[in-house]
Each structure stands twice: as C-alpha cells, then as structure tokens.
C-alpha cells in the first residue's frame, strides 16, 4: 500500500502517532530512493534511514513553534 505523506503538525492533524511519523519516514525514503522495498543488501541502510527520518520527524514537531490563538481570560 503506497501512502501520501501528509502535514503532521496542528491544526492539520491532530493525535499524530509514532505509526504515522514512521509512515511518512517510509514514503519519503522510498521515493528518495527508488525502491518501494529494498534488496537484501540494502535493507539495512534503508531501515536505519526510515528510523533517522522518523526521528528527525518527530523532534521537529515537538520544537515548531506554532501560532495558536490567543485564549480569553475569564472576565475579561
């Protein structure tokens, strides 16, 4: 099954999961590459790119500093 890769930060998605990182980590890879699945001889180095994309993902979205709307104060 071949996956888009989609916007992962708010207000875009919401509730975004380590499988949906790693689906993303996978499609990025795969198109870069070439290979939707690599040969044996490649599937290591394809692997540890998946898991160093994945977490490169991650640490992003945890750092974005995102412009939310400023919330009202009770009584104001």
Sequence with gaps: MCRSIKTLREP???DVTDEDVR???LQYVRKISGF???????????D???????AATQA???ELHLNRPATRQPGA
């Design 12 to 14: 875009y998605a919401s």
């Design 36 to 46: 939707r699945a690599p040969s044996a001889r490649n599937a290591e180095v394809f």
């Design 23 to 25: 689906a993303a980590a």
């Design 60 to 62: 992003l979205l945890d």
């Design 48 to 54: 540890r790119a998946v898991e160093t994309v994945a």
